[in-house]
Nanobody, 120 residues
Framework: QVQLVASGGGLVQAGGSLRLSCTAS????????ISWFRQAPGKEREFVAA????????YYADSVKGRFTISRDNAKNTVYLQMNGLKPEDTAAYYC?????????????WGQGTQVTVSS
């Protein structure tokens, strides 16, 4: 199996930026597409962005398109989520997961989550 560790969350003012990291260990990381999801209190987990195993394909939720950028460095077993122009509605726990797709149940391995809080 593969273990994922998400990091980089924090408290930021609206309009600010954060970069999240998802670092993998275990099975060969390069074989996996990686996605980011987020979950705010009282809400369902929602898809944010996905990155193919080669890094050649990306996909974003409409709510973050143009503000967030997903990328990866396979040499470092890490996928990044650069978040710019943050809004209070981006406040959530952010999770990375193996796989490609907008449905959480389609993803096998998950990181532990990192909290992002955007103040107005």
């Amino acid at each position: 199996q593969v273990q994922l560790v998400a990091s980089g969350g924090g408290l930021v003012q609206a309009g600010g930026s954060l970069r999240l990291s998802c670092t993998a260990s275990g099975r060969t990381f390069v074989n996996y597409d990686i996605s980011w999801f987020r979950q705010a209190p009282g809400k369902e987990r929602e898809f944010v962005a996905a990155n193919s195993w080669s890094g050649g394909s990306t996909y974003y939720a409409d709510s973050v398109k143009g503000r967030f950028t997903i990328s990866r460095d396979n040499a470092k077993n890490t996928v990044y989520l650069q978040m710019n122009g943050l809004k209070p509605e981006d406040t959530a726990a952010y999770y990375c997961a193996t796989g490609w797709g907008t449905t959480p149940s389609a993803h096998e391995y998950w990181g532990q989550g990192t909290q992002v809080t955007v103040s107005s």
